[in-house]
């Protein structure tokens, strides 16, 4: 008989704080769970699944378009947004439901209130004010969009959250930032008919990512319509006189739009957790510190997904819960395998990616052979579509394994989910030279790339 309330108390009912709850009471450990706002968490509720969800409305638009290339006459075709946001929060809602459904069929409490700690094996529920106690806890809060408080007029503009549930489809929006959210944002709306334009710091879209993703990306958006600055930020905003909003731009810039979106990073949502009262310790971006086994400082308390800052993915932060079942619950200390997460970004088109970029493989290998092509894919022909798909393979020259595999185009997610397993098996290229086609694909181009296009010695293009 354990001399807490609870073996395991969650706080954040998100895809890590879902997964370790339920694991943990299927294992027979009295687990309660609270969440202040809905279970699903960020990716659910307002990340990745509605995401993808307008993503795929958004390209009717251009499936309508493409169809007359193919022979089809499609009538006058209308675009309902709020028809799109009712359908969106009936499937969210489902989703919700078997979130729930799966922690109360494996006998964890759900507890719909925020939490916070009162001290290192106290949490308060702020719903009713009671107190419940628990031999582990597990922080769970996920992240917030960073508001970026220091812009004049920044509580004019939206964040993604609010993107999901907007009354009406802006005519114009003016998006900030150059990361995943910002690009998957400007194609979702430039692909519903939204007038957009991106701002963006650098010198180049998605800069964690290939150049040649980054590049020819940004190229396939302009060509669609969607404008791209560059080297500049917004410095204010205000309400414009005749109606939306004026952003004014470190470069001069004036830009006059319905909406202004900010997707400039997520911060880890730990304020007014009461971790100082737990005495968990905190980084300078209020991300809880943990050790290899998502550990805090403080012995009982573990933290994991986005509140930790470490990968910012729902894949990674269910990862991270599985580790923290195996090592607390199955006596098999398990730290989470950050190497070679697949990812893709929702642009149209796609980015799917998997291990190094060039850049950065040329930092850790001597010698490298890239494998590049491009080409306009069987798909683009009879619609006309002068879109370009991209695929690359970056091999170690010395034990030939292909240590990065980057794809620009329609299901490079797919792709890059498949192609991370066998990087992950540790492929070289010849074993992708003796794997056969599959034709007519898109994805054969990824084993007929014989000869490297370029290779790169010691940094140096060559
Ligand atoms: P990202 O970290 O991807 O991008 C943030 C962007 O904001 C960067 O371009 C960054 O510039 C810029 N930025 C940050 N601060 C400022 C500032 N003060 N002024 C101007 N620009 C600024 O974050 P997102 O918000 O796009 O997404 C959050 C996280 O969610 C991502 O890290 C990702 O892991 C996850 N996500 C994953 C998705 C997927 O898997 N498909 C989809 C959506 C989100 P710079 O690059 O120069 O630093």
Sequence with gaps: MTAYDYDLFVIGGGSGGVRAGRVAASL??????????????????????????????????????????????????TFDWKALIAAKDKEIARLEGLYRRGL?????????SRA????????????????VTADKIVIATGGVANPHAALPGHELCITSNEAFHLEELPKSILIAGGGYIAVEFANIFHGLGVDTTLIYRGKE?????????????????????????????????????????????????????DTIMLALGRDPNT????????????DERGAIIVDEYSRTN????????????RVQLTPVAIHEAMCFIQTVYKDNPTSPDYDLIPTAVFSQPEIGTVGLA??????????????????RPMRATLSGRSERMIMKLIVDAESRKVVGAHILGHEAGEMAQIIGICLKAGATKDDFDRTMALHPSAAEELVTMYSPSYRVKNGERV
């Design 28 to 77: 027979g450990k009295k687990v309660g769970i609270a969440e202040e706002y809905r279970f699903g968490g960020t990716c659910v509720i307002r990340g990745c699944v509605p995401k993808k969800l307008f993503v795929y409305a958004s390209q009717y638009h251009e499936h309508f378009e493409d169809a007359a290339g193919f022979g089809w006459t499609v009538g006058t075709s």
């Design 104 to 112: 109360e069929n494996n006998g964890a409490e759900i507890i719909d």
């Design 116 to 131: 916070e700690m009162v001290d290192a094996h106290t949490v308060r529920l702020t719903k009713t004010g009671k107190t």
């Design 205 to 257: 879209i998605l800069s964690r990512f290939d150049h040649d993703m980054r590049q020819g990306l940004h190229k396939a958006m302009v060509e669609k319509g969607i404008k791209i600055i560059l080297t500049d930020v917004i410095e204010h905003v205000a309400k414009a006189p005749a109606g939306g909003l004026t952003a004014k731009t470190k470069c001069g810039e004036t830009i006059t739009v």
């Design 271 to 282: 304020h007014g957790l009461g971790l100082d009262a737990a005495g968990v310790a905190m």
């Design 298 to 309: 403080v012995e009982n308390i573990y933290a994991l997904g986005d509140v930790t800052d």
């Design 358 to 375: 060039e850049e950065e493989a040329a930092k850790r290998h001597a010698e490298l052979e890239v494998y590049r092509a491009e080409f």
